[in-house]
T-cell receptor
Protein backbone atom coordinates (compact mmCIF):
# COMPACT_ATOMS: atom_id res chain seq x y z
CA UNK A 1 0.00 0.00 0.00
CA UNK A 2 1.64 3.22 -1.18
CA UNK A 3 0.18 5.08 1.81
CA UNK A 4 2.65 3.29 4.06
CA UNK A 5 6.28 3.45 3.03
CA UNK A 6 9.34 1.83 4.50
CA UNK A 7 12.99 2.64 4.02
CA UNK A 8 15.26 1.01 3.22
CA UNK A 9 13.63 -1.88 1.37
CA UNK A 10 16.71 -4.03 1.69
CA UNK A 11 19.65 -3.77 4.05
CA UNK A 12 22.74 -5.82 4.74
CA UNK A 13 24.67 -5.04 7.90
CA UNK A 14 27.25 -6.59 10.16
CA UNK A 15 26.94 -7.91 13.68
CA UNK A 16 27.22 -5.14 16.24
CA UNK A 17 26.18 -2.32 13.96
CA UNK A 18 23.35 0.04 14.81
CA UNK A 19 20.71 0.41 12.17
CA UNK A 20 17.41 2.20 11.82
CA UNK A 21 14.40 1.21 9.80
CA UNK A 22 11.96 3.97 8.99
CA UNK A 23 8.25 4.00 8.37
CA UNK A 24 6.09 6.83 7.10
CA UNK A 25 2.37 6.96 6.46
CA UNK A 26 0.04 9.38 4.75
CA UNK A 27 -3.18 7.76 5.95
CA UNK A 28 -3.55 10.06 8.92
CA UNK A 29 -3.74 7.12 11.30
CA UNK A 30 -2.78 7.55 14.91
CA UNK A 31 -1.66 3.98 15.54
CA UNK A 32 1.51 2.43 14.19
CA UNK A 33 3.11 -0.99 14.60
CA UNK A 34 6.33 -2.83 13.86
CA UNK A 35 6.25 -6.56 13.10
CA UNK A 36 8.89 -9.03 12.12
CA UNK A 37 8.47 -12.13 10.00
CA UNK A 38 10.83 -15.08 9.87
CA UNK A 39 10.78 -17.56 6.98
CA UNK A 40 7.73 -19.81 7.07
CA UNK A 41 6.29 -18.12 10.11
CA UNK A 42 3.59 -15.57 10.78
CA UNK A 43 4.22 -12.01 11.87
CA UNK A 44 5.22 -11.18 15.41
CA UNK A 45 4.71 -7.79 17.03
CA UNK A 46 7.82 -5.89 18.17
CA UNK A 47 6.47 -2.49 19.28
CA UNK A 48 3.36 -0.43 18.82
CA UNK A 49 2.35 3.17 19.37
CA UNK A 50 -1.12 4.60 19.82
CA UNK A 51 -0.02 8.20 19.44
CA UNK A 52 3.11 10.33 19.48
CA UNK A 53 3.61 10.07 23.23
CA UNK A 54 2.69 6.44 23.56
CA UNK A 55 5.10 3.52 23.06
CA UNK A 56 4.37 -0.08 24.01
CA UNK A 57 6.36 -3.27 23.87
CA UNK A 58 5.06 -6.13 21.85
CA UNK A 59 5.78 -9.83 21.94
CA UNK A 60 9.48 -9.64 20.98
CA UNK A 61 10.86 -6.21 21.90
CA UNK A 62 14.24 -7.29 23.28
CA UNK A 63 17.10 -5.95 21.17
CA UNK A 64 14.91 -3.31 19.54
CA UNK A 65 13.88 0.26 20.28
CA UNK A 66 11.48 2.62 18.58
CA UNK A 67 10.84 6.32 18.18
CA UNK A 68 7.59 8.00 17.20
CA UNK A 69 8.89 11.27 15.84
CA UNK A 70 5.54 12.46 14.57
CA UNK A 71 2.12 11.03 13.95
CA UNK A 72 3.23 9.96 10.49
CA UNK A 73 6.63 8.53 11.38
CA UNK A 74 7.64 5.50 13.42
CA UNK A 75 11.20 4.22 13.32
CA UNK A 76 12.65 0.95 14.56
CA UNK A 77 16.25 0.69 15.73
CA UNK A 78 18.49 -2.27 16.29
CA UNK A 79 21.07 -0.95 18.73
CA UNK A 80 23.56 -3.74 18.12
CA UNK A 81 22.44 -6.02 15.34
CA UNK A 82 22.85 -9.78 15.67
CA UNK A 83 22.38 -12.51 13.05
CA UNK A 84 19.12 -13.82 14.50
CA UNK A 85 17.57 -10.43 13.77
CA UNK A 86 17.78 -11.31 10.10
CA UNK A 87 14.16 -11.14 9.03
CA UNK A 88 11.51 -9.30 7.05
CA UNK A 89 10.22 -6.26 8.93
CA UNK A 90 6.81 -4.73 8.39
CA UNK A 91 5.36 -1.47 9.56
CA UNK A 92 1.59 -1.11 9.84
CA UNK A 93 -0.91 1.59 10.71
CA UNK A 94 -4.50 1.65 11.86
CA UNK A 95 -7.15 4.15 12.75
CA UNK A 96 -8.07 4.34 16.41
CA UNK A 97 -11.68 3.65 15.63
CA UNK A 98 -10.97 0.68 13.36
CA UNK A 99 -7.73 -0.48 14.86
CA UNK A 100 -7.97 -4.07 13.84
CA UNK A 101 -7.96 -3.13 10.16
CA UNK A 102 -4.29 -2.54 9.68
CA UNK A 103 -2.51 -1.31 6.58
CA UNK A 104 0.96 -2.68 5.99
CA UNK A 105 4.01 -1.29 4.30
CA UNK A 106 5.98 -3.23 1.68
CA UNK A 107 8.50 -4.51 4.18
CA UNK A 108 12.23 -4.19 4.80
CA UNK A 109 14.40 -7.22 4.22
CA UNK A 110 17.28 -7.17 6.71
CA UNK A 111 20.32 -9.43 6.64
CA UNK A 112 22.74 -9.34 9.57
CA UNK A 113 26.05 -11.00 8.83
CA UNK B 1 -1.66 -20.32 22.55
CA UNK B 2 -3.05 -20.13 19.02
CA UNK B 3 -6.69 -19.15 18.95
CA UNK B 4 -7.26 -20.44 15.42
CA UNK B 5 -6.56 -23.59 13.46
CA UNK B 6 -6.18 -23.56 9.69
CA UNK B 7 -5.03 -26.16 7.16
CA UNK B 8 -1.43 -25.70 6.16
CA UNK B 9 -2.13 -25.60 2.45
CA UNK B 10 -4.89 -25.85 -0.16
CA UNK B 11 -5.14 -25.92 -3.92
CA UNK B 12 -7.84 -24.37 -6.06
CA UNK B 13 -8.46 -24.32 -9.80
CA UNK B 14 -8.51 -20.93 -11.45
CA UNK B 15 -12.04 -19.62 -11.84
CA UNK B 16 -13.45 -21.86 -9.15
CA UNK B 17 -14.45 -20.84 -5.65
CA UNK B 18 -11.79 -21.14 -2.98
CA UNK B 19 -13.16 -22.07 0.43
CA UNK B 20 -10.70 -21.58 3.26
CA UNK B 21 -11.76 -22.98 6.65
CA UNK B 22 -10.78 -21.77 10.09
CA UNK B 23 -11.56 -23.26 13.48
CA UNK B 24 -11.80 -20.96 16.48
CA UNK B 25 -13.57 -23.08 19.05
CA UNK B 26 -12.55 -20.90 22.02
CA UNK B 27 -13.80 -17.65 20.55
CA UNK B 28 -15.51 -15.41 23.08
CA UNK B 29 -18.60 -13.31 22.61
CA UNK B 30 -16.83 -10.03 21.92
CA UNK B 31 -14.22 -11.41 19.55
CA UNK B 32 -14.34 -10.82 15.84
CA UNK B 33 -12.96 -13.01 13.09
CA UNK B 34 -10.55 -11.23 10.76
CA UNK B 35 -8.98 -12.45 7.56
CA UNK B 36 -5.79 -11.14 6.03
CA UNK B 37 -3.67 -12.45 3.23
CA UNK B 38 -0.02 -12.12 2.31
CA UNK B 39 1.12 -12.44 -1.26
CA UNK B 40 4.70 -13.62 -1.40
CA UNK B 41 6.81 -11.44 0.93
CA UNK B 42 4.52 -8.43 0.50
CA UNK B 43 2.83 -6.72 3.43
CA UNK B 44 -0.33 -8.45 4.65
CA UNK B 45 -3.59 -7.19 3.19
CA UNK B 46 -6.88 -6.90 5.05
CA UNK B 47 -9.70 -8.90 3.43
CA UNK B 48 -12.77 -8.98 5.63
CA UNK B 49 -14.00 -9.37 9.18
CA UNK B 50 -17.19 -10.36 10.98
CA UNK B 51 -18.76 -11.04 14.35
CA UNK B 52 -21.63 -13.46 13.79
CA UNK B 53 -23.41 -12.50 10.62
CA UNK B 54 -22.13 -13.47 7.22
CA UNK B 55 -20.27 -10.70 5.49
CA UNK B 56 -19.46 -9.92 1.88
CA UNK B 57 -17.31 -7.30 0.23
CA UNK B 58 -15.66 -6.83 -3.12
CA UNK B 59 -12.91 -9.28 -2.27
CA UNK B 60 -14.59 -12.16 -0.50
CA UNK B 61 -17.38 -13.57 1.62
CA UNK B 62 -17.12 -14.68 5.22
CA UNK B 63 -19.40 -17.38 6.53
CA UNK B 64 -19.46 -17.82 10.32
CA UNK B 65 -21.22 -20.82 11.84
CA UNK B 66 -24.09 -20.19 14.19
CA UNK B 67 -22.06 -21.31 17.21
CA UNK B 68 -19.18 -19.11 15.96
CA UNK B 69 -16.67 -21.89 16.48
CA UNK B 70 -15.61 -21.93 12.87
CA UNK B 71 -15.72 -19.83 9.73
CA UNK B 72 -15.01 -20.05 6.03
CA UNK B 73 -13.51 -17.44 3.77
CA UNK B 74 -14.82 -17.72 0.24
CA UNK B 75 -13.10 -16.28 -2.81
CA UNK B 76 -15.88 -16.74 -5.37
CA UNK B 77 -13.78 -16.87 -8.54
CA UNK B 78 -10.17 -17.48 -7.66
CA UNK B 79 -7.48 -16.11 -9.96
CA UNK B 80 -3.77 -16.80 -10.08
CA UNK B 81 -3.23 -13.51 -8.26
CA UNK B 82 -5.09 -14.91 -5.27
CA UNK B 83 -2.22 -17.30 -4.60
CA UNK B 84 -1.12 -16.24 -1.11
CA UNK B 85 -1.01 -17.21 2.55
CA UNK B 86 -4.36 -16.53 4.20
CA UNK B 87 -4.50 -15.74 7.90
CA UNK B 88 -7.56 -16.17 10.10
CA UNK B 89 -7.30 -14.02 13.23
CA UNK B 90 -9.63 -13.86 16.20
CA UNK B 91 -9.54 -10.57 17.99
CA UNK B 92 -11.34 -8.63 20.63
CA UNK B 93 -12.63 -5.58 18.81
CA UNK B 94 -11.58 -2.56 20.73
CA UNK B 95 -9.07 -4.48 22.75
CA UNK B 96 -6.35 -2.60 24.55
CA UNK B 97 -3.57 -3.54 22.17
CA UNK B 98 -5.18 -3.83 18.81
CA UNK B 99 -2.27 -5.85 17.57
CA UNK B 100 -2.88 -8.76 15.25
CA UNK B 101 -1.68 -12.19 16.28
CA UNK B 102 -0.70 -14.06 13.14
CA UNK B 103 -0.43 -17.83 13.07
CA UNK B 104 1.01 -19.78 10.16
CA UNK B 105 -2.05 -19.42 7.95
CA UNK B 106 -3.14 -21.43 4.91
CA UNK B 107 -1.06 -21.33 1.77
CA UNK B 108 -3.54 -21.20 -1.09
CA UNK B 109 -2.23 -22.16 -4.50
CA UNK B 110 -4.48 -21.26 -7.43
CA UNK B 111 -3.63 -23.39 -10.42
CA UNK B 112 -4.44 -22.81 -14.12
Amino acid sequence: DADVTQTPRNRITKTGKRIMLECSQTKGHDRMYWYRQDPGLGLRLIYYSFDVKDINKGEISDGYSVSRQAQAKFSLSLESAIPNQTALYFCATSDSTIRETQYFGPGTRLLVL
Amino acid sequence: DAKTTQPTSMDCAEGRAANLPCNHSTISGNEYVYWYRQIHSQGPQYIIHGLKNNETNEMASLIITEDRKSSTLILPHATLRDTAVYYCIVMNYGGSQGNLIFGKGTKLSVKP
